[in-house]
């Protein structure tokens, strides 16, 4: 959250200050915190236990990968990353094709990431209480808005109310996926089984934010946010599959 308020404000106050080099100096910048986040970092100590934790037995990862579970929780959560981070690559570029000022789209992003992690402080409870599908679809639907609100029009509110949609879906859809990956596996098995899972996740992510400016660029803005029904669409149908699973499961025989 204060990572959402400082990114932007240190691109707003540093773009300009190697003329004529727009955004060098930000790039140093974010530099500068980097290496002071890696500095953070290297006083993080491994929590107690962790090690009788990973000498328990484990299943083989294909076993688990395999689980009903597993497979629409990474589905949910690949579809989530990858098509905010297609959205959010590609929302300051529309707005400054649009005309918008670059100060206009810096507090976008600014809302945006506040509107990504603002929710985890209470999107646990939601999950604990709800279950973590209804989270997710929930987080889906928001998805959803976002991109109906964004085709709607190209006013700076528009982008606004977007991007903060797109935030809280999200946030609500891969923190929801990542808690369901967390109850198909042992934690004897959470190392091999989230690396596998943020293999998927990131790679995915990776192939949206080459994907954005290609589609930006050639087919423009509403193209876009089209692009973004036909995964959500997937996840959902997945969801269902998953809720159809469990009610039969429960039906006595």
């Known amino acids: 959250v204060f990572a959402g308020v400082l990114g932007p404000q240190l691109v707003s106050h540093t773009m300009d200050l190697w003329q004529p080099h727009i955004f060098a100096a930000s790039y140093l910048a974010q530099a500068a915190v980097a290496l002071v986040a890696f500095v953070v970092l290297m006083q993080v100590k491994p929590g107690r236990g962790q090690e009788a934790a990973q000498a328990a037995p484990a299943r083989p990862l294909g076993e688990i990968i395999a689980q009903p579970r597993f497979i629409v929780a990474a589905i949910c959560g690949v579809v989530s990353y990858a098509l905010m981070n297609l959205v959010m690559t590609s929302a300051p570029l529309a707005m400054k094709l ?120 050639s087919f423009g803005w509403d193209a876009v946010n089209q692009v973004v029904f036909p995964p959500l669409l997937l996840a959902m149908l997945a969801l269902f599959w998953l809720f159809l699973r469990r009610k039969q499961a429960k039906m006595p025989h």
Not at 143 to 163: H, K, Q, R
């Open 98 to 217: 649009c005309g918008h000022a670059v100060s206009d789209s810096n507090l976008a992003i600014q809302w945006h990431v506040m509107a990504m992690y603002g929710p985890s402080f209470f999107t646990g409870s939601l999950i604990s209480r709800f279950g973590s599908p209804k989270v997710i679809f929930v987080g889906l639907l928001l998805l959803a808005g976002a991109a109906l609100v964004d085709l709607s029009g190209i006013e700076v509110m528009t982008f606004w109310i977007g991007l903060i949609l797109l935030g809280v879906g999200w946030n609500f859809g891969f923190v929801g996926a990542t808690a369901m990956v967390a109850e198909t596996h042992a934690p004897s098995e959470r190392n091999k089984v989230q690396a596998f899972n943020d293999f998927l996740v990131f790679t995915t992510m990776a192939v949206g934010s080459f994907s954005s400016g290609k589609i930006l660029t």
